[in-house]
């Protein structure tokens, strides 16, 4: 993606085991978005960072989710106690600006045994 | 509720003929909508977006896309498919009534080109 990078790129995790999946944008970006991706699906939105305003967790499907903003920087995603139907692509998406389009990073894979 | 509508799973296309993949939405005020690609094992990457003004918005790689408020449709189209474009598309808007920005995706549709 355009100044979006995710580690790891795939993550395999037993069930009830948590992960840490990170996000680094460019610098200077205006809001940062966390997206799930299940297979066959579109994407559903997590969260959302800007600037030092509240994120929105709205989207979050369960307390085991959590995420982070370092600053204006990284940002990592939490999910505890990983179930089975956790396993999707996680993306990380920024604007930039005062531009209404979102870039993202290329995913993290996470599957969950 | 704000939703996107892709009705087609799959979309299959002889190389060099014209293709359209289909989008609807629904959404309160004027969307803004946007188109996305995804190759295997990649990112999404941005095609083109309609905020306002021309109804027809020309994007990367020859796409372009009509928004058409009466049918509240925004079909991705190209006048000649290439076997490269053979991925996974995915329609999204963002209502005006959102202050983050967020995106409501469509399922996707994949476009598959043959020579």
């Known amino acids: 993606g355009a100044g979006v990078s995710q580690s790891p790129s795939n993550k395999v995790t037993e069930k009830g085991k948590d992960v840490e999946l990170r996000c680094d944008p460019i610098?200077?970006?205006?809001?940062l978005y966390w997206y799930r991706q299940r297979l066959g699906q579109g994407l559903e939105f997590l969260i959302y960072f800007q600037g030092n305003s509240a994120p929105d967790k709205s989207g979050l499907p369960s307390d085991r989710f959590s995420a982070e903003r370092t600053g204006e920087s990284v940002s990592t995603l939490t999910i505890q106690r990983t179930q089975q139907e956790d396993s999707a692509v996680y993306l990380c998406?920024?604007?930039?600006?005062?531009?209404?389009?979102?870039?993202f990073g290329p995913g993290t894979r996470l599957t969950v045994l | 509720a704000q939703s996107v509508a892709q009705p087609e799973d799959q979309v299959n296309v002889a190389e060099g003929n014209p293709l359209t993949v289909k989008c609807t939405y629904s959404v309160s005020g004027n969307p803004y909508l946007f188109w996305y690609v995804q190759y295997p094992n990649r990112g999404l990457q941005f095609l083109l977006k309609y905020i306002t003004g021309d109804n027809l918005v020309k994007g990367s790689y020859g796409f372009e896309a009509e928004f058409n408020k009466s049918q509240t449709s925004f079909h991705l189209k190209k006048p000649s498919a290439l076997v490269s474009d053979s991925a996974l598309y995915f329609c999204?808007?963002?209502?005006?009534?959102?202050?983050?920005?967020?995106?409501?995706f469509g399922q996707g549709t994949t476009l598959q080109v043959k020579p």
């Open positions: 999204a808007v963002r209502g005006l009534s959102s202050n983050t920005g967020k995106l409501i």
């Open positions: 610098s200077g970006h205006t809001a």
């Open positions: 998406a920024i604007r930039q600006g005062g531009s209404d389009t979102q870039y």
